[in-house]
């Protein structure tokens, strides 16, 4: 792994990686290199901090277009199934050639170099370390997580809930991602409540 990295990479240069890798990151450390990968839940917790779930959106947004370019492969039917251990000595070049055509002849997903891209990843930046005016309230006891929540369909007045256009919300999540992503989440809670979704409204201000 050393002199492979050592051909296409400089000390200091930053490697992402999912948490698969949890277990050589010191290796990736040892050999000069930054490295990001998304933050594990501590024992007992049922979610990461602000800050690490800040550092984890900043990586899976960074990530997910490396893991776009990846996912091309599985249009083969080579890459799409188990790989024979036959194949294992010859990966590296098949999956080199496979690459290579991929950038040759295929169009690019992302070229993140228009003054849009640099915006965007400028606003991420200023929001990564910005206070959760959520998690304040939150902390100040303004907002709590179990009182004073009533299902939607037992109020009586009307609730004038703002409606969010898919262009106010590509902004507000900073990309289409987390918006693709909304549909897999919302069947997966319609899996696990018989079809059903109950919305809840509190009164706090």
Same mark, same amino acid.
């Given at each position: 792994?050393?002199? +492979? !990295? ?16 949890? +277990? ?23 979610? !990461? $901090? ?23 492969? @599985? ?16 990966? $590296?070049?098949?999956? @080199?050639? !496979? ?8 169009? @690019? ?30 902390? +100040? ?5 179990? +009182? ?58």
């Amino acid at each position: 792994m050393n002199d +492979n !990295l050592s051909v296409i990479c400089e000390p200091g240069d930053t490697q992402i990686v999912d948490r698969s890798f949890r +277990n050589v990151a010191g290796v990736f450390e040892q050999l000069g290199f930054a490295l990001k990968m998304p933050g594990f839940l501590k024992t007992g917790a049922k979610q !990461l $901090d602000s800050d690490q779930a800040n550092d984890t959106r900043m990586i899976t947004k960074t990530k997910w277009v490396i893991e776009s370019f990846h996912s091309q492969f @599985r249009t083969w039917r080579f890459f799409s199934e188990r790989i024979s251990q036959d194949f294992l000595l010859d990966i $590296d070049i098949l999956v @080199r050639t !496979l690459a290579a055509n991929l950038n040759k002849y295929r169009p @690019r997903l992302f070229y993140g170099k228009s003054a849009g891209d640099y915006a965007l990843a400028n606003k991420m930046l200023l929001m990564k370390n910005k206070t959760s005016h959520l998690q304040q309230l939150i902390s +100040n006891g303004d907002l709590s997580l179990r +009182n004073n929540w009533k299902n939607i369909l037992h109020i009586d007045n009307n609730i004038d809930f703002q409606y969010l256009t898919l262009d106010f919300l590509r902004e507000y999540t900073c990309g289409i991602y987390q918006i693709k992503q909304s549909s897999a989440y919302a069947k997966a809670h319609l899996y696990d409540h018989d079809g059903k979704f109950e919305f809840q409204v509190s009164s706090s201000e």
